[in-house]
């Protein structure tokens, strides 16, 4: 698993995933997350665009990371989320727990209103 940082306006960072979220690449992401919060990044974007799959530990790190932001009134998106990725999420009912977008620029316009 890859991840790319962007930095993008109104001091949102866009973390951009490549490859499969399991039990041995979970943490990488959960680090690069908390990390970003340390660093006073409270609005936070997941791409998911290239991610091929994504297991209990890829979501539990999800969870983790959302509910640490929220106690610090930041935000989570995730954007780009399909196929086999989508119906975990479904199966899941986290459809409704996280926010989900189609694009970088709804994700942004939702963080940038908050």
Request: proline share 0%; with cysteine.
């Amino acid at each position: 698993m890859n991840i790319t940082l962007k930095e993008l306006e109104n001091d949102i960072v866009l973390l951009d995933v490549d490859g499969e979220i399991d039990l041995y690449t979970a943490s990488d992401l959960k680090d690069m997350i908390f990390e970003q919060i340390d660093f006073n990044k409270t609005n936070i974007i997941i791409d998911l665009e290239r991610v091929t799959y994504i297991d209990s530990s890829g979501i539990g790190t999800l969870i983790t990371s959302l509910s640490k932001l929220k106690k610090i009134n930041g935000n989570m998106c995730i954007i780009h989320v399909y196929d086999s990725v989508k119906k975990v999420f479904e199966l899941t009912k986290l459809t409704t727990f996280f926010k989900i977008y189609n694009s970088e620029e709804e994700a942004v316009k939702f963080l940038s209103s908050n």
